[in-house]
C-alpha cells in the first residue's frame, strides 16, 4: 500500500463538560502538516478541526491515516445480535441514530448503554456509571452483571497487554464510554465523505482518508523516556503518529485475522508490532543532547579575539540540536538530510537505448558495411518494452528509453538509417554498445548517493525520485528567535514616532535572514530595556525555539539589561572579537538554548549575523559549519588599515568588474548594507590598499542570501 503524507493520532475522551489538560482530547501529527500535540476541550470542536484537516489533505491530493484510541469494534456475537448484522459499522449507525453529544460534552451515553443493555439476556455486557446516576438496567460493578453471554475482550486485545474491555463505562480506561461517543462520531464522518474515507479493517486501507483504531499504550516504553510534553496524552500522541509516519504500514495492515473476526470486532492499529513501533521512535527520535552551560567560556585573560579563533571556538562548543523527521521527495527542497541516502533501484535501472534508431547485436554484423538487417515485428519503446527476443542478424526499431531487448546490445541512430518497414539499412563501422546506456551506469542499487548534512536542491530530488527513494529523513527545521530591545524601538512600524524613537529595523532583517537560511524565523517581538521583560522574552524564545537572536544591549553599558541578565544566569561569555563593524558578541544559554546576543548597530548586526551567526545556525541546524566562499578581486578604492582587527566593508562589483566600496563606513548607515552585493574582508594584519590591489570580496550569495 502507498504511504500516508501525514499521520494523525487522536487521544480521544469522554469528558461530559469541557476539559482541557491531562485526561482530556490530545491530536499528535507527524509528516506533513506536523506540529506541536493540540489540546481540544470539547469532541464536538475536535471533529470540527478533523473535518477542515480532512478536506485539505483531500484537496491537496495527499492522504492522511487517523489513529483513533477508542475501540471500533466490539467482542464478536454483539454487532449481530444488536443490529442482525455481524459488522461493527453496522453498531457505528446504530450508535450514531442514537447518541446525542452538544458543544459543551454533554451526552446520553449512559442511557444509551442501558438500552443496548436491555436488549440483551441476564444483566450486561455494559457496567459503570456515575454514583448517583439511576440507571436500572446499567450496573454499577462489573460483578453484578449475569448471562448477558458475551466474552470480556476482543481477540485483538489479547495482543495488548494492560487494554481494558469495552464494557467498561466508567472510571480509569472508561474505554466503552470513549467508543460508543467515538463510534458515533465516526459514523458520521464516514458518510460525509464517501469514498475518499475507509475504515481499517472492516474495510481497505487504501483510500485517501484511512480511519483506524489505536492503543496508545503500544509505545509505553518511549513515553515513560519522553521529555518536553505538558503531559503523558501529549506524548503518546506525538510519539505514536511519528512511529505510524515512519512504519510499514503493508506490514501492520496485513490482515492480522479472519476476515469475519475483523469485520464484526475491529482490530487495534499497531497489535503486535509495539517492537517495530519502538525501533520507528528510536530513529525518529533520536534529538541530540542539549548544549553545555560552560560550552561558551573563553579562557581567562583573553583580551580581544581574532576572528578565525572566535569561529574556532563556536565551532567547538556547538553541535546540531533538531532531531529527524520524514517527509516526502516532494516536500524535501531545502532541508538538511539527516542520513545518507541509499538507492533503492539502479538508474537506469535497465539497459536501454540513448537513441531513436534500430537495434541488434553489433557481433552479427559482418565486415564494415553497408549493412541491411531484416526487422522484426514489433517495436521497443519506453514503456512499453518488447516481449521477445531478437535473432541473431536482425534489427529492431526502437526508441529513446527503451530496455534494450534480448538480442540487441547496439543501437544506430534513426538519422544514419533507411527503412522500408521490413529492413534497414545503414552504413559501417559501428562500435559495439553505441548509444545505448548500460543499467547502474549513472548510480547502482545499493549506493550511498547523498551524505547526511546535505541541504537538498532541486537535482537532489530528481535523482533521489530516479533511484526509487520517495521519503528521506531530514532535520527539523531549525526554530530561530529573534528579539529586539532598546527604550528608543518602535515596534510597530505604522506608529508615529516621537523624535527619541527609532524604528525595529534588525527584527525584520535577522527574522528573513534566518528564513532565507532554511530556518523556521519565530518573531519573539520588541521588549523594552526592562530585565523582566527581556527575562520573560527569553523564557518564551527558550519554550518555543531551538536558538534565540536578541540585537541590541549585548554590551556592558548601564541599558545592557540582556548582557546583565545572562551574566546573572551564570552562563554568559561576552567574546570580545576584533572586529569592525562589531562589538562585543554575547554568547549565552536561557534555560539551555543557545543565545547570540548580537550588537543593536544594524550593520553591526548584520555583519556579525553573516560571519558567526551563518555558521553557528548552518551547524545547530544539521547542515555543518558554512564558511563563506571568497574570491580574490581587484580592488576600486583606496583604503589603509591599522593591524589588530579584521574589517568587513560593504562592497559590490562595479562595471569594469572591480570591487568598490560605500562611501561611509559609519556603522548606522543601513542604506550601504542596501547598497552592497557582498563584503570586502580585509586581513588582520595592516593594509594598504591601492586601486588594481587584490582583495577578498565575499558575494551575499556566499553567505545564503
Ligand atoms: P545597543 O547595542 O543597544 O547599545 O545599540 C546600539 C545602537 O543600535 C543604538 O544606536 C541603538 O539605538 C541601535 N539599535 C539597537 N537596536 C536596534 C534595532 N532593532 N533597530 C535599529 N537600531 C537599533
Ligand atoms: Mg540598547
Redesign the pocket.
Known sequence: MSRFDRVVVVDWSANATPKLGADSIWIGRAGAGSGPPQNIATRLESMEALRTEIAAVLQAGQRMLIAFDIGFGFPRGFAGHLTGQRDALAVWDWLAARITDDARNGNNRFEVAAEINRQFPGIGPFWGRPNGRDLPDLPAKGSLREGHGLAELRATEALCSGAHPMWKLYTTGSVGSQSLLGQAHLAALRHEFGDALSVWPMEGAEAPIVLAETYLSLIDPAVRLAQGYPCKDAAQVDLLALAFNRADMGQLTAAPAPLDVLREEGWILGAGHGAHLLAMLEQATLTPPRLRNDCFAMPQGVDWVPVDTALERLRDALHPLTGAEDVTVRQAGGRVLAQDLVARRANPPAANSAVDGYGFMQGALQRDGPYTLPLVAGRAAAGQPFGGAVPHGHAIRILTGAILPEGVDTVVLEEDCASDGARVAFDGPIKPRINTRKAGEDVGAGASFLPKGRVLTPADLALASALGVGHVPVHRRLRVGVL???D??LADPDATAQPHQ?F????PMLLEIARKWGHVPVDLGHIPDDPARIATGLDEGARDCDVILT?????A?DE?HVSRLLREAGTLSSWRIALKPGRPLALALWQGVPVLGL????VAAFVCTLIFGRPALSLMAGCGWQSPQGFMVEAAFTKSKKPGRREYLRARLDVAGRVEVFASEGS?RISGLSWAEGLVELPDEAASIRPGALVRYIPFTSFGL
Open positions: 529586539s530591545t532598546g528608543e524601538l527609532i525595529d529595523a534588525n527584527r540585537s541590541g544591549g549585548a554590551s553599558g545592557d550588537p543593536g548597530n544594524p548606522g
